[in-house]
């Protein structure tokens, strides 16, 4: 059975997320369908990264066995002939890829971007795409008080309760935030995530940018290693999978 790799982008606003759930719309039921009204037999998608309700995707990364080969055009086109009329998701790519690729188990790193519209105006284009943000950060002191967070540590305190990894050790090979035009987009990659950690970061740095925790507290409730000291978490609608890298 020819194995394909999808890039997937989407909005995540009315889905309860990218895992295939008894009654709520996902984006992997979405997906599976479409292939599946295409080549005719049953599928299931595996992806790089399970994304949370309301998260979108620039970049999300899927496999799919299917039981003879297609050309690549054909898989992509014909998923996105049902998907378009359907729901906000689109197969950016698709090809045929080693049997022993797996979207998940053979990603090296993973891409999220987090943005924030710190205006007095809601967003009216962006509603439901930023997390909107009444009072002017400080983008600076933000960005500051993220490279505490670099490199390996025990990410307790970010990590969400019902977190399912083994370990809440995990390596950030980057945070960094930029103010772009009228938005604070925060940048992060890492090989791999805790449940809810980058919504926990982003959280916390905004603090920080609002003035009500002192930069250095960053540093002192990663060491804390207490969920309890992690600030309330930055909602779905600023986040976003915005790449996966392979070998």
């Excluded at 394909?4 to 295939?20: A, N, P």
């Excluded at 935030?177 to 890492?190: F, L």
């Amino acid at each position: 059975m020819p194995r394909y790799k999808l890039v997937i982008e989407y909005d995540g606003t009315r889905f309860s997320g990218w895992q295939r759930q008894a009654s709520d719309p996902s984006v992997q039921q979405s997906v599976e369908e479409a292939v599946e009204a295409f080549c005719g037999h049953p599928v299931r998608l595996h992806c790089a990264g399970r994304t949370d309700a309301g998260v979108h995707a620039l970049h999300q990364v899927a496999h799919v066995d299917l039981d003879r080969e297609w050309r690549s055009d054909v898989v992509r086109d014909a998923s996105n002939a049902r998907l378009k009329a359907l729901v906000p998701v689109s197969v950016l790519q698709a090809e045929i890829v080693p049997e022993d690729f797996d979207a998940r188990l053979s990603a090296r790193r993973r891409y999220y971007i987090y943005r924030i519209l710190d205006r007095r105006a809601p967003p009216a284009l962006d509603r439901n795409r930023v997390w909107h943000v009444p009072v002017r950060l400080d983008h600076e002191a933000m960005d500051r008080a993220a490279k505490a967070l670099l490199g390996k540590h025990d990410f307790t305190t970010f990590r969400a309760a019902e977190c399912q990894a083994n370990s809440p050790i995990r390596t950030l090979d980057r945070l960094d935030v930029r103010r772009e035009g009228a938005e604070i987009v925060v940048y992060t990659h890492a090989r791999s995530f805790l449940h809810h950690q980058v919504r926990s970061i982003v959280g916390s740095l905004k603090m920080v940018g609002a003035g009500r925790w002192p930069e250095a507290k960053i540093g002192a409730v990663l060491a804390a290693r207490d969920r309890s000291q992690c600030a309330a978490l930055a909602p779905s609608c600023g986040l976003y999978l915005a790449g996966v890298d392979y070998e």
